[in-house]
T-cell receptor, first 114, second 112 residues
């Protein structure tokens, strides 16, 4: 079956512009995660959705970052007024339950802020 | 809170050498433990996992044993290949918290 997909695969934007990154999780997966991976760095947790519960936004680095998940499926991560330090690969992952199940990762969106 | 500490890299080995990448964790309760791998130019994928103490996860010749007494989940392989060159991430999933916590990753390069 289809895996997690993300779009666009690459995004180049100018400082100060807003960007939207999209994630299509595996069908039926109730949990969805966003991470950020800067060059040579580990994974930085951003936000986590589980079913209809309120999302865990504890990893969002500033109020310029927001995410929503519509209908328990597709998710959009929005970064407003982008800064150069936002440049990174943004990864989305989904899993079928939160109890011990693996996360399936998408290929990521590489964001470059000029 | 939860945390994962991985052996710092990069690690460079010759083909057929023995590999150990250390991973220790801090968590409340009984987390599940994972190793993910990221091959060059590819996305992260699960390598192996263990869901309770003393469980051993294994895949592609890699093994890791969930040691609650030492809060560790070290990754081992008896004979590495060039194709094992990748970044390896240790992670835990605490059922109370819901979200996973990842280590910083360890880059492995295997030379022929």
């Amino acid at each position: 079956g289809a895996g997690v997909s993300q779009s666009p695969s690459n995004k180049v934007t100018e400082k100060g512009k807003d960007v939207e990154l999209r994630c299509d999780p595996i069908s039926g997966h109730t949990a969805l995660y966003w991470y950020r991976q800067s060059l040579g760095q580990g994974l930085e947790f951003l936000i986590y959705f589980q079913g209809n519960s309120a999302p865990d936004k504890s990893g969002l680095p500033s109020d310029r970052f927001s995410a929503e998940r519509t209908g328990g499926s597709v998710s959009t991560l929005t970064i407003q007024r982008t800064q150069q330090e936002d440049s990174a690969v943004y990864l989305c992952a989904s899993s079928s339950t939160i109890v011990g199940n693996e996360q399936f990762f998408g290929p990521g969106t590489r964001l470059t802020v000029l | 809170g939860n945390s994962v500490t991985q052996m710092e890299g990069p690690v460079t080995l010759s083909e057929e050498a023995f590999l150990t990448i250390n991973c220790t964790y801090t968590a409340t309760g009984y987390p599940s433990l994972f190793w993910y791998v990221q091959y060059p130019g590819e996305g992260l994928q699960l390598l192996l996992k263990a869901t309770k103490a003393d469980d051993k996860g294994s895949n592609k010749g890699f093994e890791a044993t969930y040691r609650k007494e030492t809060t560790s989940f070290h990754l081992e392989k008896g004979s590495v290949q060039v194709s094992d060159s990748a970044v390896y991430f240790c992670a835990l999933l605490n059922t109370n918290a819901g979200k996973s916590t990842f280590g910083d990753g360890t880059t492995l390069t295997v030379k022929p």
